[in-house]
């Protein structure tokens, strides 16, 4: 039971870290090795995937320019139209 369960953990994070890389790198090799790296090493994987994570989304909110056609979620990092009130991504309500 706890080895499924573990397992399961382990596939929905790869997923997870595969299309949330694939969304900032969309045409290079990263996605298909943090998709890797996570199955074959989740122990470590997964807590250096949310560090870098957390880091990029920080780094995005911060330095991103705001006149590029889009609004970049300082939570969660997500690129949504300028037009936008509330994130389409994590529902967090934008301040100006
Ligand atoms: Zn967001």
Redesign the pocket.
């Known amino acids: 039971m706890i080895p499924t369960v573990l397992l399961l953990t382990v596939i929905l994070a790869s997923i997870w870290v595969y299309s949330d890389s694939k969304r900032t790198n969309p045409s290079s090799f990263l996605p298909i090795f943090w998709l890797i790296s996570v199955l074959v090493m989740p122990i470590i994987m997964i807590p250096l995937y949310l560090v870098l994570y957390v880091a990029r989304n920080r780094f995005l909110g911060r330095y991103m320019p705001k006149n590029l056609g889009s609004k970049f979620?300082p939570?969660?990092?997500?690129d949504n139209a300028l037009a936008t009130t509330v994130?389409t991504?994590?529902?967090?309500k934008f301040s100006l």
Do not use: L, V
């Open positions: 979620c939570k969660c990092g997500a994130c991504s994590c529902h967090n």
